[in-house]
């Protein structure tokens, strides 16, 4: 089986803690652990779009990534837009990790399920009037980057493919922005996504829309309990 869960924020400094940000985030880490433990098997996959720890260096997200690495099931990761210590894959694969992948312009198989993905960027679509000159470099650079990672998926044996964002593939009015284009145009059955928080919650879109299934998976939005997207039948 698949489950998903985005927006860990992992703190083993205790510096960093959401739980300023409200009562949902009381004992997150504990209940991520809590409820990983009690919902995940070893042959489970977990797909994790993002803000996983927030360390600025990888050798300090060692701590965050370990905790990761022990608990069931195999791991795909995926760079949010506060995953600071993200650095180049091969330093990140030199850590030799067992149970955790990495996705940047790559694409992976479980069983049937081809997975691919990228970061993507805020909500709001190219056209937007609000939408800067700086956050359209990075928004065409984000496109560039999914359709890499599409590409990649087009060369796997998959029967169904999901396609992990951050960032939610629409603005704030509710419509479909380029990335979502985009995964139509290479047949993605299903988009998972995070980043919304608290009063972001309410600009969250879940279902079937113009053919693909959305799930908004952050961590306390689910209450920290990963949710299951794709059970082979």
Not at 3 to 21: Q, R
Request: glycine fraction near 6%.
């Amino acid at each position: 089986m698949i489950y998903a869960i985005a927006d860990l924020h992992l703190d083993h400094t205790g510096k960093k803690s959401m739980e300023v940000f409200g009562k949902a985030w009381k004992n997150y880490q504990g209940k991520i652990k809590d409820y990983w433990e009690n919902v995940i098997c070893d042959d489970d996959l977990v797909l994790i779009p993002g803000d996983i720890s927030w360390a600025m260096k990888l050798e300090d997200a060692l701590k965050d990534l370990n905790l990761i690495e022990s608990l069931p099931g195999q791991k795909i990761l995926m760079k949010g837009n506060h995953d600071y210590w993200w650095q180049s894959l091969s330093k990140i694969n030199s850590c030799q990790f067992k149970t955790l992948r990495f996705l940047q312009n790559t694409a992976y198989q479980f069983g049937c399920v081809g997975i691919a993905g990228t970061r993507a960027w805020s909500n709001t679509d190219l056209e937007h009037e609000k939408i800067t000159e700086h956050e359209k470099k990075i928004f065409k650079r984000e496109l560039i980057r999914l359709e890499l990672s599409l590409k990649e998926l087009t060369k796997l044996k998959s029967s169904f493919n999901i396609a992990m964002l951050h960032y939610p593939p629409f603005n704030r009015d509710g419509k479909l922005n380029e990335f979502a284009a985009l995964m139509k145009e290479y047949n993605i059955n299903c988009c998972i996504y995070g980043h919304l928080h608290g009063q972001g919650h309410k600009y969250i879109r879940e279902g079937f829309i113009d053919g693909v299934e959305f799930h908004c998976v952050s961590g306390d939005y689910l209450s920290f309990r990963p949710k299951l997207i794709f059970k082979e039948v």
